[in-house]
Protein backbone atom coordinates (compact mmCIF):
# COMPACT_ATOMS: atom_id res chain seq x y z
CA UNK A 1 0.00 0.00 0.00
CA UNK A 2 1.12 3.47 -0.98
CA UNK A 3 1.37 6.11 1.75
CA UNK A 4 2.25 9.48 1.08
CA UNK A 5 3.31 11.81 4.02
CA UNK A 6 3.89 15.36 4.38
CA UNK A 7 5.18 17.81 6.82
CA UNK A 8 7.25 20.40 8.10
CA UNK A 9 4.47 23.08 7.49
CA UNK A 10 3.57 25.80 9.86
CA UNK A 11 3.07 29.94 10.20
CA UNK A 12 6.02 31.97 9.15
CA UNK A 13 6.60 35.78 9.00
CA UNK A 14 6.54 36.92 5.01
CA UNK A 15 10.41 37.20 3.87
CA UNK A 16 10.66 33.83 6.11
CA UNK A 17 11.50 30.24 5.08
CA UNK A 18 10.26 27.26 5.19
CA UNK A 19 11.09 23.53 3.83
CA UNK A 20 8.57 20.97 3.50
CA UNK A 21 8.92 17.24 3.21
CA UNK A 22 7.36 14.59 1.82
CA UNK A 23 7.60 10.28 2.27
CA UNK A 24 6.43 8.08 0.21
CA UNK A 25 6.64 4.15 1.46
CA UNK A 26 5.16 1.13 -0.52
CA UNK A 27 6.98 1.71 -3.97
CA UNK A 28 9.76 -0.23 -4.36
CA UNK A 29 11.01 1.65 -7.02
CA UNK A 30 12.22 5.59 -6.18
CA UNK A 31 12.14 6.68 -9.84
CA UNK A 32 8.86 8.17 -10.80
CA UNK A 33 7.15 11.62 -10.84
CA UNK A 34 6.31 13.58 -7.67
CA UNK A 35 5.12 17.28 -7.21
CA UNK A 36 4.07 19.93 -5.08
CA UNK A 37 0.77 20.97 -4.97
CA UNK A 38 -1.22 23.89 -2.96
CA UNK A 39 -5.12 24.73 -2.83
CA UNK A 40 -5.53 28.26 -1.02
CA UNK A 41 -8.87 28.69 0.79
CA UNK A 42 -11.92 29.43 -1.83
CA UNK A 43 -8.88 28.43 -5.08
CA UNK A 44 -8.26 25.49 -7.45
CA UNK A 45 -5.41 23.48 -6.46
CA UNK A 46 -3.07 24.14 -8.51
CA UNK A 47 0.57 23.02 -8.86
CA UNK A 48 3.86 24.01 -7.55
CA UNK A 49 6.56 22.39 -8.79
CA UNK A 50 7.37 19.07 -10.18
CA UNK A 51 10.07 16.82 -10.22
CA UNK A 52 10.85 14.19 -13.00
CA UNK A 53 10.97 10.29 -12.91
CA UNK A 54 14.52 10.56 -13.32
CA UNK A 55 14.94 13.06 -10.55
CA UNK A 56 16.61 15.46 -13.20
CA UNK A 57 13.92 18.03 -14.18
CA UNK A 58 12.37 20.07 -12.59
CA UNK A 59 8.69 22.32 -13.49
CA UNK A 60 7.77 25.52 -11.40
CA UNK A 61 4.93 27.37 -11.46
CA UNK A 62 5.87 31.03 -12.36
CA UNK A 63 4.74 32.62 -8.93
CA UNK A 64 7.33 30.25 -7.45
CA UNK A 65 10.09 30.80 -9.98
CA UNK A 66 13.28 31.90 -8.30
CA UNK A 67 12.19 31.59 -4.40
CA UNK A 68 10.73 27.60 -4.15
CA UNK A 69 13.21 24.68 -4.65
CA UNK A 70 12.35 21.13 -5.09
CA UNK A 71 14.32 18.23 -4.44
CA UNK A 72 14.59 14.66 -3.66
CA UNK A 73 16.40 11.84 -1.53
CA UNK A 74 15.95 8.72 -3.40
CA UNK A 75 17.54 7.02 -0.63
CA UNK A 76 15.56 8.39 1.52
CA UNK A 77 11.95 8.63 -0.27
CA UNK A 78 11.56 11.37 0.31
CA UNK A 79 10.98 15.17 -1.66
CA UNK A 80 11.57 18.36 -0.47
CA UNK A 81 10.56 21.48 -1.52
CA UNK A 82 12.42 24.94 0.03
CA UNK A 83 10.42 27.72 -0.18
CA UNK A 84 12.02 31.17 0.62
CA UNK A 85 10.91 34.77 0.81
CA UNK A 86 7.92 33.49 0.99
CA UNK A 87 4.58 36.09 0.89
CA UNK A 88 1.40 36.24 2.06
CA UNK A 89 -0.22 34.77 -1.30
CA UNK A 90 1.94 31.67 -0.49
CA UNK A 91 -0.59 30.49 2.41
CA UNK A 92 -2.07 27.33 1.40
CA UNK A 93 -2.18 23.52 2.09
CA UNK A 94 0.25 22.44 0.48
CA UNK A 95 0.04 18.36 -0.91
CA UNK A 96 2.55 16.22 -1.88
CA UNK A 97 1.50 13.95 -5.05
CA UNK A 98 3.38 10.57 -5.94
CA UNK A 99 3.44 8.62 -9.66
CA UNK A 100 5.13 5.12 -9.20
CA UNK A 101 2.87 4.41 -12.63
CA UNK A 102 5.08 7.35 -14.38
CA UNK A 103 2.21 8.57 -16.08
CA UNK A 104 2.74 12.07 -15.14
CA UNK A 105 4.96 13.89 -17.91
CA UNK A 106 7.41 16.37 -16.06
CA UNK A 107 9.86 18.95 -18.09
CA UNK A 108 10.87 22.58 -17.74
CA UNK A 109 8.08 23.61 -19.13
CA UNK A 110 5.43 21.66 -18.13
CA UNK A 111 3.98 19.18 -15.43
CA UNK A 112 1.32 16.91 -17.40
CA UNK A 113 -1.03 14.01 -16.19
CA UNK A 114 -2.45 12.68 -12.99
CA UNK A 115 -0.88 11.96 -10.14
CA UNK A 116 -1.96 8.60 -8.49
CA UNK A 117 -0.92 8.79 -4.80
CA UNK A 118 -1.96 12.11 -2.40
CA UNK A 119 -1.12 12.70 0.92
CA UNK A 120 -3.18 14.42 3.21
CA UNK A 121 -1.97 18.19 2.72
CA UNK A 122 0.13 20.65 4.83
CA UNK A 123 -0.50 23.77 6.10
CA UNK A 124 1.28 26.74 5.80
CA UNK A 125 0.52 30.06 6.51
CA UNK A 126 2.40 33.43 5.74
CA UNK A 127 1.87 36.67 7.97
CA UNK A 128 2.21 40.07 6.94
Known amino acids: QVKVVESGGGLVQAGGSVTLSCSVS????????MGWFRQAPGKEREEVAC????????YYADSVKGRFTISRDNAKNTLYLQMNNLEPDDTAMYYCAADPGVQVLVSQTMCSGVFEYWGQGTQVTVSS
Open 26 to 33: GVTSNEYP
Open 51 to 58: NSWSGTLN
